[in-house]
């Protein structure tokens, strides 16, 4: 597991406020939604949210390439990897 997919772990338990799971116990390849992580579309808002804040990088709900991205912490940070802003104020790549 990659420093950033760790990261992005830690943002899950963090931005939904995960009691029962730490980021350790999150795997990288499972499911966010439905098995795996369990989460719902109102976790998918505030995950894009905090996404959005931490690293600049918008995902839009009605995406159609939303569900893809979302899939697993590696395609999350694989998808906030290439999109991420260069920097404060930068614009997304």
Do not use: C
């Amino acid at each position: 597991m990659s420093d950033f997919e760790r990261e992005i772990k830690q943002l899950i338990v963090d931005a939904l406020m995960l009691e029962d799971v730490t980021a350790d116990e999150i795997d990288t390849d499972a499911p966010l939604f439905g098995e795996g992580l369990a989460l719902d579309s109102i976790d998918a808002l505030e995950l894009a949210l905090a996404i959005d804040n931490q690293f600049g990088v918008k995902i839009k709900a009605d995406d159609a390439n939303a569900r893809p991205v979302f899939r697993s912490v590696r395609s999350l940070a694989a998808h906030v990897a290439a999109h991420r802003s260069k920097g404060p104020g930068g614009d997304d790549a």
